[in-house]
């Protein structure tokens, strides 16, 4: 049982790391497109910039979230744990939300382009 909790204690890290270089690499990725747009002056570019780089740090916090869950209910699923993982997921969904408004205008359940 304790080689079991310590594969998924790496695999649980793993996926945090993975989640970091989502974040690192999304905003990378998302400041050489600024540039190319710079150069060719697209207009609105700071705006998709941002899209850009919120889109990153949502994905990236969704590997996150699955990473604290996989360490915490397998690894040790103490009922402190499990505490400070919900409030952990909590303020991550809370984030999630608050950037998908800011991305799309709209919260995730919406269909339309309306508010």
């Given at each position: 049982m304790e080689y079991y909790r310590?594969?998924?204690?790496?695999?649980?890290?793993?996926?945090?790391?993975?989640g970091v270089l989502i974040v690192?690499?999304?905003?990378?990725?998302?400041?050489?497109?600024?540039?190319?747009?710079r150069v060719q002056s697209t207009g609105n570019y700071y705006s998709l910039y941002r899209q850009d780089v919120g889109r990153a740090i949502l994905l990236g916090l969704e590997f996150l979230i699955a990473?604290?869950?996989i360490r915490t209910v397998v690894?040790?699923?103490?009922?402190q744990n499990v505490v400070?993982?919900?409030?952990i997921v909590l303020?991550?969904?809370?984030?999630?939300?608050?950037?998908?408004?800011?991305?799309e205008g709209k919260l995730p359940w919406r269909t339309g382009g309306s508010h």
């Open positions: 310590h594969i998924m204690d790496v695999i649980g890290t793993c996926v945090d790391g993975i690192v690499g999304g905003a990378l990725v998302a400041t050489l497109r600024l540039l190319a747009w990473g604290d869950i690894v040790a699923p103490t009922l400070v993982l919900g409030l303020i991550r969904t809370f984030l999630s939300l608050s950037l998908q408004l800011e991305i």
